[in-house]
């Protein structure tokens, strides 16, 4: 893997687009039906569909403290430059990336096996100047060039140094449709493995950096906008064998 980081890994600039997001989520688990609030500031949504853009999510935060023009004249090293995509819009992209990270974030937060997402509403803010390149180091190569089956994919935070890595194992039965592509393999994954490492020096950041607020379980007070931040057990509606189990 150091060799391979070494000789492959690339240093490139990738559009994001800033926003500010609310969410208020609907929820099922094993204990019952709950409803959280979640408050994202300084969002930074990847505009690119050339990269993964559930690994770039998993690189948050960053910080927006000190932002210049882009002038590759001035710019040192080797590097590459992404052009925002056109061929699928934000909020396809926002909806996919929430699909991925709003069970996680609930499940870390209340410390649940498995949860299950029934429906959300968001509110996304864009920034008046919503575009903005950020400093990546991006490897996507196979494990080994004997190993066609196993590919992995490595994103680093050029300002913080946080990594997120991810495995991808391809399916080799019949069913995958595998072909050979430019030297690439075309198929279907059959199992993605996750990661995130942040750097073991505590990187400042400055105010105006990404701040991803922690879910807060709440309940509606008075339709249709008033709600109140209860504990998760007073927030839980049990109901049907649930409530026998879980009942005080």
């Known amino acids: 893997m150091e060799q391979r980081i070494a000789q492959n890994m690339t240093a490139v ?22 409803m959280t609030y979640q ?7 990847p505009a690119t569909t050339l990269y993964d853009v559930r690994l770039l999510d ?18 040192e090293g ?16 926002l909806d996919y990336l929430l699909a991925e990270r709003i069970p996680l974030d609930i ?9 299950k997402i029934i429906n959300y509403a968001r509110d996304l803010r864009k920034h008046k100047s919503s575009t903005i390149l950020l400093p990546v180091y991006y490897l996507d190569k196979r494990q080994s060039d004997e190993d066609r089956g196993v590919q992995v994919r490595l994103a680093v935070n050029g300002q913080t140094g946080k ?19 430019a030297g ?33 379980t709440i309940r509606k007070v008075k339709k249709p906008f008033l709600h109140e931040v209860l504990p998760f057990d ?15």
């Open 13 to 34: 600039y990738l559009p994001f687009s800033l926003a500010d997001l609310s969410l208020k989520v609907n929820v099922k688990c094993d204990k019952g039906e709950f």
């Open 39 to 45: 408050e994202i500031v300084d969002w930074a949504c």
């Open 58 to 75: 998993y690189l948050d935060p960053w910080d927006f403290g000190e932002v210049t023009a882009f002038d590759p004249a001035f710019a």
């Open 78 to 93: 080797v590097f590459r430059v992404a052009a925002v995509a056109n061929n699928i819009s934000v909020v396809d992209v």
């Open 107 to 115: 499940q870390k937060t209340f410390h649940l096996p498995t949860v």
């Open 163 to 181: 990594a997120a890595a991810v495995s991808l194992q391809i399916r080799t039965d019949s069913d995958s449709l595998l072909s050979d592509v």
């Open 184 to 216: 690439g393999i075309v198929g279907r994954f059959d199992k993605e493995t996750y990661c995130t490492v942040m750097p073991q020096t505590h990187q400042h950041m400055s105010a105006e950096s990404t701040i991803r607020m922690k879910p807060l």
């Open 234 to 248: 007073k927030a839980v509606e049990k109901h049907g064998f649930a409530k026998l189990l879980f009942w005080k």
